[in-house]
Antibody
């Protein structure tokens, strides 16, 4: 069974770059016809899709975040990464990575990122 | 703004059935259906149903999804206390090239 673990800084300053990593165990980022996803949840709010990386390497991004966003993979480390540039307080959220047919079958526990000076 | 519409809250009695709805349009729910997820407070979401209305392994048969036109539904039978949670629907929008989520429905089991 795939297990996912998000990691990264819990605090980022406004205008700086947020970098998160999702370490995958029990599965490979380059196999299986699955989507690897990033999803976030603002405090007390609902879910927001950030983007996908398909196992083939194709990426799909939320149009509202696309200009600031990069999702990539390091197959040697079996890690998925998220880079979000020029963050503001509106990017404060719990960030989850996921995997599955639609990117949702397996989830990490999530990591809280606060944007504050 | 395009999106998926869910009622904010639903309350039903223990042992009863609850049906949660998710309204979209022909570019999202009406095109490919909707997935359903359950989230308990302080935990990550859990997939209950794929957009094809199939349940992932380990999900109880008490959860069943369906679709009629542009509206998806999740029916939970034999409500248990542990079913109290927030339920989200999600669908890919082919026009927006965006993955949409509904605002979530908080289910209360009385």
């Amino acid at each position: 069974q795939v297990q996912l673990q998000e990691s990264g800084p819990g605090l980022v300053k406004p205008s700086e770059t947020l970098s998160l990593t999702c370490t995958v165990s029990g599965g490979s980022l380059s196999s299986g016809a699955y989507y690897w996803s990033w999803i976030r949840q603002h405090p007390g709010k609902g879910l927001e899709w950030i983007g996908y990386l398909y196992y083939s390497g194709t990426t799909y991004y939320n149009p509202s975040l696309e200009s600031r966003l990069t999702i990539s993979v390091d197959t040697s480390k079996n890690q998925l990464s998220l880079i979000l540039r020029s963050v503001t307080a509106a990017d404060t959220a719990v960030y989850y990575c996921g995997n599955g047919e639609e990117g949702f079958d397996y989830w990490g526990q999530g990591t809280l990122v606060t944007v504050s000076s | 703004q395009a999106g998926l519409t869910q009622p904010p809250s639903v309350s039903m009695g223990l042992g009863q059935a609850a049906t949660l709805t998710c309204a979209g349009d022909s570019n999202n729910v009406g095109h490919e259906g909707a997935a359903w997820l359950q989230q308990h407070q302080g935990h990550p979401p859990k997939l209950l149903s794929h957009r094809t209305n199939s349940r992932p392994s380990g999900i109880s048969e008490r959860f069943s999804a369906s679709r009629s036109g542009n509206t998806a539904s999740l029916t939970i039978t034999g409500l248990q206390p542990e079913d109290e949670a927030v339920y989200y629907c999600s669908a890919w929008d082919r026009r927006l090239h965006d993955r949409l989520f509904g605002g979530g429905t908080k289910l209360t089991v009385l």
